[in-house]
């Protein structure tokens, strides 16, 4: 089950926020727990299996590491054991996430087809639990169905927000569900329903449209339209679905931050990156970028630089499998290198705007034309093509996407909010609810039919 099935929002979470605002806080994370696997087994029931496996590793795991801490004064920890127990873990949950994320990208030919639903979310909550018992920054969570509920957090399993165990301990323990989290939740949830299936979901439409065109009609201009489509359906789907995610959370009693800020252009690659997602960012900086970066020595520039290198290819690799998302890892990070050793700092801050969104559009462009070419021939595609092969499609191409692109801008950035917070807060208590309502029975309306 997926946060934009019409089963969700008119038949799950009426029903499970009933039960969930009857029974006492500390039983909420025993419901949460069933939610993560009815999510999970709702896209195959034996996902749910690999994931009971997977938690009850990190379950004993955590104690293990926060037994084998020093217990007195003066005694040593057990610092091999503990170090092995994180890394056996860290290794367990990235072979899950290769294995299992992206519909198996990586592994096609598993037994019938074997699915782990929200791979990637359950791997990044584990190691981030793990870590944090390992630093000292939390105890060990002895409430099986806390772990369970934090591990397999059903809003954030489609595509997150990741959440890190030391800030959402307690809440985890015992949730607590206010009318203004609530009702936050809902505006957000809706808002992000909205902007996935009436914006991602036409262009996602087009770029398909695309794959399936005469190679000759997309070549040249097309082309790098359709990199403009990709990118705005990136945006579009990126931010509606960690919007749902999140307005779930907030409904759940979750004080989940926005994790996308909403500007085109930003002061330097490195605030791009981190305001497309931010807890994906936060989570590579603080368990792949730290640790890679402590084993070199703390001033060392290799060490450093190594660590941004394996943390921002591994965050990109979060959204696909593909050579071009792996070259796209590779671009960001230099370039986050070059910015980290003083590169563009006497730039004009227009001139070192501009050209953060450009390496952002050649990273979109090295991420979506190795999939449209599909061998055809990368080079031949971004090229322009014979005389008149292309005029006709161009201009269908742009009638359908053109509209779309303004909307996601318009959605993607800080004009909406602007114009609401502009036009009085009286207004917009009284029009926001409305346009839920509206929202919500268009996206009733795309969900069905």
Same mark, same amino acid.
């Given at each position: ?22 029974? &006492?806080?500390?039983? /909420?994370?025993? !419901?949460?727990? +069933? $939610? %993560?696997? @009815?999510?999970?087994? *709702? =896209? ?32 040593? &920890?057990?610092?091999? /054991?503990?170090? !092995?127990?994180? +890394? $056996? %873990?860290? @290794?367990?949950?990235? *072979? =899950? ?42 105890? +060990? ?6 772990? *369970? =509920? ?300």
């Amino acid at each position: 089950m997926e946060l934009y099935n019409v089963l969700f929002p008119y038949f799950f979470l009426p029903v499970f926020m009933l039960i969930y605002a009857l029974i &006492p806080a500390k039983r /909420r994370p025993l !419901l949460i727990f +069933a $939610g %993560n696997l @009815l999510f999970i087994s *709702a =896209a195959d029931w034996r996902g749910a299996a690999v994931y009971f496996a997977l938690l009850l590793t990190a379950y004993f795991s955590g104690i293990a590491i926060y037994n084998g801490r020093a217990k007195k004064d003066g005694e040593k &920890p057990k610092l091999a /054991r503990r170090r !092995l127990v994180l +890394a $056996g %873990n860290a @290794l367990l949950c990235g *072979a =899950a996430f290769l294995i299992f994320a992206h519909g198996g990208a990586l592994a096609p030919n598993l037994p019938y087809g074997l699915k782990l639903f929200g791979a990637g979310v359950i791997a990044a909550h584990i190691i981030s639990y793990l870590t944090d018992v390992y630093r000292g920054d939390c105890e +060990a969570q002895t409430k099986f169905s806390a772990l *369970a =509920a934090y591990t397999g957090f059903f809003p954030s399993l489609g595509f997150g927000p990741i959440l890190k165990y030391k800030n959402f301990r307690k809440t985890f323990a015992e949730p607590k569900v206010t009318l203004e989290k609530t009702a936050e939740g809902v505006r957000c949830y809706i808002t992000g329903l909205a902007e996935y299936l009436m914006i991602a979901e036409p262009l996602s439409r087009a770029l398909e449209d695309v794959k399936k065109t005469d190679f000759e009609s997309v070549r040249g201009a097309p082309a790098w339209l359709a990199v403009i489509i990709f990118c705005a359906c990136f945006c579009t789907t990126l931010n509606g679905m960690l919007n749902m995610g999140r307005g779930a959370a907030l409904m759940l009693g979750f004080p989940v931050k926005p994790a996308f800020r909403r500007r085109i252009f930003k002061d330097g690659v490195k605030n791009s990156v981190r305001e497309m997602n931010i807890p994906l960012y936060e989570w590579s900086r603080d368990y792949i970028a730290t640790p890679l970066r402590r084993l070199g020595g703390r001033g060392g520039k290799a060490a450093a630089c190594c660590g941004v290198l394996v943390s921002v290819t591994a965050a990109v690799m979060w959204y696909g499998f593909t050579a071009g998302w792996l070259v796209c890892g590779l671009i960001l990070s230099a370039a986050m290198i070059a910015e980290t050793a003083g590169a563009g700092r006497k730039m004009p801050k227009t001139l070192r705007k501009t050209l953060s969104a450009a390496i952002m559009f050649i990273c979109g462009a090295a991420a979506y034309i190795p999939q449209a070419a599909q061998g055809r021939g990368l080079l031949k595609m971004l090229n322009a093509p014979a005389a008149g092969t292309q005029n006709g499609y161009i201009e269908y191409l742009a009638g359908i996407s053109v509209p779309l692109i303004i909307m996601a801008i318009f959605t993607t950035n800080s004009i909406i909010p602007t114009i609401f917070k502009r036009a009085g807060a009286g207004w917009y208590r009284v029009a926001f609810p409305v346009i839920e309502l509206v929202l919500l029975m268009i996206c009733t309306a795309y969900m069905i039919y």
